[in-house]
């Protein structure tokens, strides 16, 4: 049986938070790719990245889903459930 998303309800209407990694930004480094949580806004970038700031905004403030912030790409990510969607 196809494993389910629990945390759907928790999707709202985000509006970015930045053009690149907030906190790359902020600190003057670079990312591989980005990452946009579906419950804030906020913009992280991947854990292929060296700061891995998505996932350490996941453990920070429990928004459990995030999708791909670059271009052409749609999927989602559940951190929560560990369960890769398609949009």
Sequence with gaps: MAKTCAHLSQIRPVTPGA???EECLAIGDRWVHLR???????????????NKHA?????KTSHPIVRS?????SWRWCY????LMEA
């Design 19 to 21: 053009k690149g990694c």
């Design 80 to 83: 929560a459930d560990e369960l």
């Design 36 to 50: 946009l949580c579906l419950t804030c806004g906020h913009v992280g970038c991947c854990d292929s990245s060296k």
């Design 69 to 73: 912030f670059e271009p052409g790409e």
């Design 55 to 59: 996932t350490k905004h996941y453990h």
